[in-house]
Structure formats: structure tokens, C-alpha cells
């Protein structure tokens, strides 16, 4: 699954049903750090040295208005509980990391 950041107004989820490969990747290498948070506003929150995102399991569940699929959940949740013992996940605000493929 790649969070691909078009813009820094622009998002899409792809490769939804890839549940192994995890990440955010940057459309333009161009776009700046601010350009990165604001675009992700709502998704996830960026981390200082700007190679991590912490997503949001409520907001890909919900992607831009739409839930999804039942079978897609279950899938997305066997995901979370795969990673939990890397540390990826922080239970208490409901985010998954994932790293920024093209950050500086």
C-alpha cells in the first residue's frame, strides 16, 4: 500500500491491496518538507527528520469520505498486528509508521 503524495494539496492511496509493501512515496522530488506535512494533513504526522509518517488506521479505513470494504479492514488490521512487535505501530493515537521514500 503507498500513501503517494501528488502535491502538496493532492493524495491517493495505491496499490490498496498490497498489504506487505507499506510506505509514503513522494511524486515530485521537489516538494519541500512543509509541502510533505500539508499534504498529509490528516493522514498522518510527519517526524522531525522527515523520512517517517505516522499514518492514521482511522483515516486509510476511511479514505478521503469512503470506507472501505469489510474484507479490505481485516486485512489492514492482520497488517497492523504483524508489525506491532517492530514497534511500528502506537497504540495509544492509532498510527502505523511508514517510511517516506525520496525524503532528504
Known sequence: ??????????VELNDRENFKAFKVTLGNPGLSQTDIVSAL???????????????SAAALKNWQGEPQPAAWVASFDKMVES????????????????HIEGAA
Not at 1 to 10: F, G, L
Not at 41 to 55: P, R
Not at 84 to 93: L, P, Q
Open 1 to 10: 500500500m503507498i500513501i503517494h503524495i501528488v502535491s502538496a494539496t493532492e
Open 83 to 98: 508489525v506491532k512487535k517492530y514497534g511500528w505501530v502506537n497504540e495509544a493515537d492509532g498510527t502505523v509508521r511508514a
Open 41 to 55: 494533513s490528516g493522514i498522518a504526522t510527519v517526524d522531525a527528520d522527515g523520512k517517517t509518517a505516522w499514518v
